[in-house]
């Protein structure tokens, strides 16, 4: 049986030209980029190499990326890096209801030690109203965390607009950008982003390496001591074949990768759209253009996702109920709840997340199969009969 992944936005396959810039970097060229001999030298050439380039595609100056473990450190260190730095200054940090669950744990860790949050409500879409963060912000504010994109439903935030209110404020502005970078163009001066979290994983690149975008000035309170790698913000030796995979995966990437995603995602949308009672969670079809170009979530009524999950599985499709850091939760997802759905409809949802290897015909069985499981879980729901 041929075996369909849907899955990309909880992680992708490595690509062939990552694993091979990666390669030499496990074996020959191993040295510790902190020693100063000529291995080590070699490792640090690989690091400042790819921190280059990397930068070179947010617009950031290379001293401004720091490494790290991925998304969830980003995060953290972003958020409670700045708290601590900044908290002489003030308490208040904004975000909004619908942010990754690394964002929102560091919010809920730096509440229990006396900072104040505040949450925005979210439109139907999954929108943040820049005016809501301009109405928010207070002579306390320090920081303001609004996703670029989110990671279930596909919504594209109007980030530019938020980073102008920010910078006009005098507010730090972060955002979490591992499910747009490289599918949305970034750039962290034109938008007036002052920290940016990325990760590999999501990109074609290896898991357990990440990076946070930190602009020149802006102070960090450490959240690992030890020594002084990455510019005395992270301490630990630096995964230096990681990094090397983290910046080809980016090399890679291209204009007609998205154009190709974004075909399959209205095909798709449009075909399961097809089967009776369903509802697509997001930017809806008049507003596509500010929804991720692989991103498709959908509430099939009457019947439970995970059911849906489990009989595409078995027939080898594989997607998924929500983000796949809560997944194993029984929770409905915070995301469908806080966009306005019910329990009972936020639990029929199945999210498809596109990668550059799927196929037209890939998309056709898929549609053609869930509309089939669809039918089939219906017949057994005691709310059609």
């Known amino acids: ?7 990309h936005g909880a992680t992708t396959p490595v690509d062939k030209e990552v694993v091979k810039a990666m390669l030499p970097y496990l074996t020959e060229k191993f040295g510790n980029a902190s020693s100063i001999h000529s291995f080590g030298q070699e490792a640090k050439d690989a690091l400042e190499s790819s921190r280059e380039r990397i930068a070179k ?11 790290t473990s991925g998304g969830s450190e980003s995060d953290n260190l972003a958020i409670k890096g700045v708290a601590h730095a900044y908290r002489k200054k003030g308490n208040h940090i904004i975000t909004s209801s619908i942010e990754h669950p690394a964002v929102l744990g560091a919010c809920k860790s730096l509440a229990e030690e006396g900072f104040d949050i505040t949450y925005l409500e979210v439109d139907k879409e999954g929108f943040v109203k ?14 303001v965390s609004i996703m670029h994109a989110n990671n279930e439903i596909g919504t594209i935030e109007p980030i530019e607009e938020i980073g ?6 005098g507010v730090l502005f972060h955002t979490d950008a591992v499910q747009s970078f490289t599918k949305v163009p970034i750039d962290v001066n034109k938008m007036n982003i002052d920290l940016l979290s990325i990760s590999a994983h999501k990109i074609y690149g290896p898991k357990g390496v990440g990076a946070l975008y930190i602009r ?3 102070k960090i309170k450490k959240m690992i001591d030890g020594g002084h ?10 995964n230096i074949p990681g990094i090397v995979g983290f910046a080809k995966a980016v090399e890679l990437t291209n204009e007609n990768q998205i154009k190709y995603m974004t075909n399959l995602r209205n095909k798709l949308i449009k075909g399961l759209l097809k089967i009776p009672d369903t509802i697509l969670n997001g ?30 599985d078995d027939k080898g499709i594989a997607v998924s109920t929500g983000s796949a850091c809560s997944s194993r939760s029984l929770k409905p997802s915070h995301v469908l709840l806080a966009i306005g759905l019910p329990p009972q409809i936020a639990h029929s949802s199945i999210r498809f997340t596109l990668g550059r290897e799927n ?20 017949k057994l729901s005691p709310f059609c009969n």
């Open 1 to 7: 049986m041929k075996r369909i992944y849907l899955d």
């Open 57 to 67: 595609k947010l617009g950031a100056k290379p001293n401004e990326i720091i490494f």
């Open 130 to 143: 820049p005016d809501d963060v301009e109405r928010a912000i207070t002579k306390k504010t320090i920081l």
């Open 164 to 169: 102008k209110i920010c910078k006009s404020k």
């Open 216 to 218: 020149e000035g802006v």
């Open 229 to 238: 790698h990455e510019f005395d913000m992270r301490a630990g030796t630096e």
């Open 283 to 312: 930017p809806d079809r008049k507003n596509l253009s500010r929804r991720l170009c692989n991103n498709v979530n959908i509430s099939f009524k009457f019947v439970e996702g995970e059911s849906i999950l489990l009989r595409l």
């Open 359 to 378: 196929t037209i015909q890939e998309i056709n069985y898929t549609i053609k199969t869930t509309k089939e499981v669809v039918e089939e879980l219906r």
